[in-house]
């Protein structure tokens, strides 16, 4: 492969239904292409935690994928409420979802660190009132 495939979603906020389906289609597109299925796995497992954080927190945002032929490099932007304290929400467990979300199996905190454990390369930033910028970059094998 010697072009960048670029695709681009819109992520709805609040909809649990089409929730992860940008994951899918990229999941998908990676598969299709013969991409190691354990990239294929990290890249899967980071980028729905940042799609779900945006349905969950940001009422949705938009989600962009470059495929290469040696990595992929996935931003997810939103113009949510933005993150405190980054380091406190890096931490395992900690989690700010209500409890109507909690009790849809969701928010267990476990989110930013599932995105950390699993790229190569992981940027979040944040700014209260403005929204979120999450970069996840995995090499393939």
């Given amino acids: 492969m010697s072009d960048v495939i670029h695709l681009e979603f819109d992520v709805a906020g609040n909809n649990f239904v089409s929730a992860g389906t940008a994951t899918n289609q990229v999941k998908d597109t990676l598969r299709n292409l013969g991409i190691p299925n354990q990239d294929v796995r990290r890249i899967a497992i980071?980028?729905?935690?940042?799609?779900?954080?945006?349905?969950?927190?940001a009422c949705g945002g938009k989600a962009t994928a470059d495929i290469y032929a040696?990595?992929?490099e996935v931003?997810?932007?939103d113009h949510g409420k933005g993150i405190e304290n980054i380091e406190l929400a890096m931490q395992p467990g900690w989690s700010t979802?209500?409890?109507?979300?909690?009790?849809?199996g969701f928010g267990a905190g476990m989110g930013l660190p599932n995105i950390?454990?699993?790229?190569?390369?992981?940027?979040?930033?944040?700014e209260v009132g403005k929204g979120t910028k999450v970069y996840l970059r995995v090499n393939f094998s």
């Fill in 97 to 104: 979802a209500s409890e109507d979300i909690r009790g849809l």
């Fill in 70 to 72: 040696d990595k992929i």
């Fill in 116 to 126: 950390k454990k699993y790229t190569d390369e992981f940027k979040i930033e944040s």
């Fill in 75 to 77: 931003v997810l932007e």
């Fill in 46 to 57: 980071a980028m729905y935690e940042a799609e779900i954080n945006m349905v969950i927190h």
